[in-house]
C-alpha cells in the first residue's frame, strides 16, 4: 500500500508528476512554472525530470497561455496551465469564456478540450490585491467548464488525476492557504468520482457546505459546536460545477438545516444557487432558511484586514446559531 | 529640471535607417539563426556615462551624439542632484527590504539597480506630465514628490493604493501586469484631445511586454498618434524568466513594427535616461505620437521578499553587472571632475540616516485601518446592497461587545 502523509502543495506535485509519467502527452504550462517550479513550488523538479518540452516556462501572457493550449489539446495534447494567482486569470477569461468552454459544443462534439486551470486561489496568506481573490462563481456559472476544488491532500491528488484524465476543461481551483496542510494521500486507492461530494463529518443537528479552504474552518466550527451538544455535520462538496446536489440534499434531509460557507462574496455566489436548490428540493423538511456565510460586496480587503473580512469560525457558528433558532 | 531650450531639434529615430538596416540583414540569415543573433549581440546602447565613470563625447559614440544635446544644460549641481535622487531612493528602498524581514511589511518590491533608470526619467519630466507606474517605481514615485512612506501602505497591507494620483500626477501601482499601458495611452488621448502639451510615461518590465495589453497599447497609441512614451526597464528578468522566454527580437525593435521609434539607452546611465526619456517626451509633445524606450539595466535584488532567485540565476550574472551599478559611476565621475567634495557625500549619508529613521517611524507607526473600511469607497454613489452588508456586520461586531 502506497499510504503517506504529505503537503496539499507536495500533493499537486506527485500528481503532475504521475500523470506526466503516464501520459507522454500531458504538457504542464505557465510562468515560472520550469526551473523555478512555481511560485508555489507545486511544479518543482519536474522540469528537471521531464525536460522543457514537457514542462514549459511561457512568457508573461495569460491569454496566450490558455489560448495556446486550447490549440494544443486540439493537435491532442492535455496541457496543464498554472495561472499563477486568482486575480491574474482575467488576461486569459476571454480566451477560457469565449473559445475553452464553448469548443466542444460548437464542434457538434467533434473535438474535445482536456485543458486543466489551475488557479491558487482565495486569501489568508497576507498578500497584496489580487493575490486573494475567490473568482470560482465566474467560472461556475459558464456553460461548459467544470470547477472543483480540493480541500485535503487526498484529494488534491486525486482530483488533479482526474481533472487530466477528464475530455472537458477542468477549472482547478487550489486553496493557497492549505498548501502547506498534511494529510494521508492513498496513490494506490481507487478514488471516488471527481464531482460528488463528501460528507467530512456525521452530524444531525445542520449541516455545513463548503469547499476549498473553508472545509477546515467548517470542520473546525462542528468540533466546536459539540462542546455546545450541538451535532454537525459538515460536507465537502469538492465541485462547483457540477454540484452534487443529490449528496446534500441527502445529508439536508437528515439535518432539516443548511449552511453553505464561501470566502467569496455572497452576492450571486455558489451558495446563492445552492440555497436556492437545496429550497426546491428540500422544502418540506427544512426547519430553517438556508443561510449562507462569505465575502462582502467589496473588494478583497487589504492584508491586515483579512482576519475580519474571512469568514472565520465565529462567523461559522453564528449562522449555526441563527438557522437553530428557527 | 525641465528642458524646453532643444524641442526645436530632430534627433534620428533610433528605429530608422541604421537599426532597420541591421534588423532586415539579420532577416535574411535563418530564422533561428538571426533570433539568436539578435538575443546574443551586444546591445546598441546610448550611454552619456561608461561604467568606469567616463563621460561619453559625441565623437566616441555616434548612437548617443544626438542625445547629448539634451543634457547640455545639465549642471554639476543637477548632477549632484541626480546623485542624492538615487542615493536616496537606494536606501529607502533597502530600509524597506529591511521592514519587510523584520515583519513590519507584508512583501517588498526592490528597485535595487533600477536606480538610474527611475531616477533619470523620472527627472526628464514636466509637472503637468503624468505617470503610470508598475509596482517597483519608488525612484519615479520619489521624483514626482510622492512621499516614500505613502508607498509602503500596500506592502504593508493597510490600503491598495496610499496616495492621490492627481496630486503629483503620478498614478497609483498596477499589479496585473501591463494593465496599465492601456490607461496611459487612453490618457494621453484625452490629452491630445484637450490640445494640451503634457505628455504622459507608462512603465512596464520586460516581461509585461508579452502581454496582451501592451501590445494593444502600442497599436492604440500608434494609430491615434498618442503622446505617451512607452518606458520599459528591461532588467533580464521576469520573476525567474530570463527574456529569451518573452522574445527573440531585442524589444526596442519591436516598436517600429507598430510604427513609431524605440531605443535602447543603458538603464545603468542616470545621465542617457535622462536624455532619452527627454527626447521620447519632446516628440510627444510636439505631436509626433509614442517612443519606446527600453532602459537595458539589471534586477540587482530578487524580484520581490518572497522569492529567491538563486534557484534559477548565476551569482557570475550578477557579479558582471555590479560592475554597472549606476549610483558608483556617478559618484566615480563627480569625484574625479571635482564635481563634488567629501563634504557632499558626508552630508548625504547623514540625509539618508534621516531617511531611513523617519521611514521606520512611519511604518512602525502605520495603524491597521478601521475594520468597516472593507465597505468604504466601494461604490461612488452607494449602494444598497453595500449598506445593507455593512450594518448586518456592525450589528454582528458590536453583538461581541455586548458579550454575546
Ligand atoms: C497578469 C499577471 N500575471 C502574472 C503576474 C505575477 N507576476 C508579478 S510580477 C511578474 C514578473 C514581471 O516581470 P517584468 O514585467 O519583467 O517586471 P519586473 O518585475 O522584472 O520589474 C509576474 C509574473 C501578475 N502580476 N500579473
New binding site residues.
Given amino acids: 500500500m502506497a499510504v503517506e502523509k504529505m503537503s496539499i502543495a507536495k500533493a499537486l506535485n506527485e500528481s503532475l508528476r504521475k500523470a506526466l509519467e503516464t501520459d507522454p502527452k500531458v504538457l504542464i504550462m505557465g ?2 512554472v520550469g526551473k523555478l517550479g512555481g511560485v508555489f513550488r507545486i511544479t518543482d523538479g519536474l522540469q528537471k525530470d521531464f525536460g522543457e518540452e514537457r514542462v514549459i516556462d511561457t512568457p ?1 501572457a ?1 491569454s496566450g497561455i490558455v489560448g495556446t493550449a486550447i490549440g494544443l489539446a486540439l493537435r491532442g495534447y492535455r496541457p496543464v496551465v498554472e495561472i ?2 486568482d486575480g ?1 486569470v482575467f ?1 486569459a477569461y476571454d480566451q477560457i469564456v469565449t473559445q475553452l468552454a464553448k469548443m466542444h459544443a460548437r464542434a457538434l462534439g467533434k473535438v474535445k478540450m482536456p485543458v486543466v486551470v489551475r488557479i491558487p486561489y482565495a486569501g489568508g496568506i497576507g498578500a497584496v490585491e489580487h493575490h486573494s481573490e475567490s473568482p470560482e462563481a465566474l467560472f461556475a456559472h459558464v456553460p461548459g467548464l467544470k470547477v472543483v476544488s480540493p480541500s485535503n491532500a487526498s484529494d488534491a491528488y486525486w482530483m488533479l488525476q482526474q481533472a487530466i484524465l477528464s475530455d472537458d476543461p477542468v477549472i482547478f481551483f487550489e486553496p493557497k492557504r492549505r498548501y502547506w496542510d498534511k494529510g494521508e494521500v492513498d496513490t494506490d486507492a481507487i478514488p471516488g468520482e471527481l464531482h460528488k461530494a463528501r460528507v467530512a463529518r456525521e452530524g444531525s443537528d445542520l449541516t455545513l457546505a463548503a469547499y476549498g479552504p473553508m472545509v477546515k474552518v467548517c470542520l473546525e466550527a462542528a468540533a466546536a459546536a459539540a462542546e455546545e451538544g450541538k451535532s454537525v455535520e459538515v460536507v465537502d462538496l469538492r465541485s462547483m460545477s457540477p454540484i452534487d446536489f443529490d449528496g446534500l440534499q441527502a445529508s439536508v434531509e437528515k439535518t432539516r438545516r443548511l449552511v453553505v460557507v464561501h470566502e467569496a462574496p455572497v452576492f450571486l455566489g455558489t451558495g446563492a444557487e445552492i440555497a436556492a436548490r437545496i429550497t426546491e428540493r428540500c422544502f418540506y423538511h427544512l426547519e430553517a432558511p438556508v443561510l449562507r456565510v462569505g465575502g462582502f460586496h467589496a473588494p478583497y480587503p487589504p492584508a491586515r484586514l483579512e482576519d475580519e473580512y474571512l469568514p472565520g469560525l465565529d462567523r461559522v457558528l453564528d449562522a449555526v446559531d441563527r438557522s437553530l433558532a428557527y | 529640471m525641465t528642458v524646453e531650450s532643444t524641442a526645436a531639434r530632430k534627433p534620428r529615430r533610433s528605429s530608422g535607417t541604421k537599426r532597420a538596416a541591421g534588423a532586415a540583414s539579420a532577416a535574411k540569415a535563418p530564422a533561428a539563426k538571426a533570433a539568436a543573433t539578435a538575443q546574443n549581440a551586444e546591445p546598441q546602447l546610448v550611454q552619456l556615462l561608461t561604467p568606469e565613470g567616463e563621460r561619453v563625447s559625441a565623437a566616441d559614440n555616434p548612437d548617443a551624439a544626438e542625445f547629448l544635446s539634451f543634457v547640455e544644460d545639465i549642471t554639476t549641481e543637477d548632477l549632484r542632484g541626480l546623485y542624492r535622487d538615487m542615493v536616496l531612493t537606494r536606501r529607502f528602498d533597502g530600509e524597506a527590504t529591511a521592514l519587510q524581514r523584520q515583519g513590519e511589511l507584508g512583501l517588498w518590491a526592490s528597485l535595487l539597480g533600477q536606480e538610474a533608470a527611475q531616477i533619470g526619467s523620472g527627472r526628464a519630466l514636466r509637472d503637468d506630465d503624468y505617470v503610470f507606474p ?1 509596482y ?1 517605481e519608488h525612484g519615479v514615485a520619489w521624483c514626482r514628490g510622492v512621499d516614500p512612506t505613502n508607498l509602503l501602505g500596500m506592502f504593508r497591507g493597510v490600503n491598495h493604493g496610499g496616495w492621490d494620483p492627481n496630486t503629483n500626477n503620478f498614478h497609483l501601482y498596477t ?3 501591463g494593465s496599465q499601458t492601456l490607461h496611459a495611452t487612453g490618457y494621453a488621448m484625452g490629452v491630445a484631445k484637450d490640445g494640451a502639451d503634457s505628455a504622459v510615461i507608462a512603465y ?5 511586454s508579452s ?1 496582451g495589453d501592451v501590445a494593444e497599447a502600442f497599436t492604440f497609441s500608434a494609430v491615434y498618434n498618442s503622446p505617451v512614451v512607452f518606458f520599459c ?1 528591461n ?1 533580464q ?3 525567474s524568466e530570463p527574456t529569451e522566454r518573452q522574445m527573440r527580437v531585442p524589444l526596442y525593435q519591436r516598436a517600429q513594427g507598430f510604427g513609431f521609434p524605440g531605443v535602447r539607452v543603458d538603464g545603468n546611465d542616470v545621465l542617457a535616461c535622462l536624455a532619452v526619456t527627454r527626447w521620447a517626451l519632446e516628440r510627444a509633445r510636439r505631436g509626433e505620437g509614442p517612443t519606446l524606450v527600453e532602459a537595458f539595466t539589471y ?1 540587482m535584488g530578487a ?1 520581490t521578499t518572497s522569492d529567491d532567485p538563486t534557484k534559477y540565476r548565476r551569482d557570475e550574472e550578477t557579479q558582471a553587472w555590479e560592475a554597472k551599478d549606476p549610483i558608483l559611476r556617478l559618484k566615480t565621475y563627480l569625484l574625479a571632475s571635482g564635481g563634488a567634495d567629501e563634504a557632499f557625500f558626508e552630508s548625504l549619508e547623514a540625509e539618508s540616516e534621516a531617511l531611513g529613521k523617519r521611514v521606520r517611524e512611519v511604518v512602525r507607526a502605520m495603524p491597521d485601518p478601521d475594520t468597516m473600511a472593507i465597505f468604504e469607497n466601494v461604490y461612488a454613489d452607494g449602494h444598497a446592497l453595500v449598506d445593507e452588508e455593512r450594518a448586518q456586520f456592525a450589528a454582528y461586531l458590536a453583538s461581541f461587545e455586548e458579550g454575546h
Avoid at chain 2, 512596464?204 to 509585461?208: K, P, S, W
Fill in positions: 510562468e515560472d508573461l495569460e499563477q494567482f491574474f488576461p | 508598475t517597483r499589479i496585473v501586469i512596464f518590465g520586460d516581461g509585461a502581454q526597464q532588467n528578468w521576469a520573476i534586477r524580484h
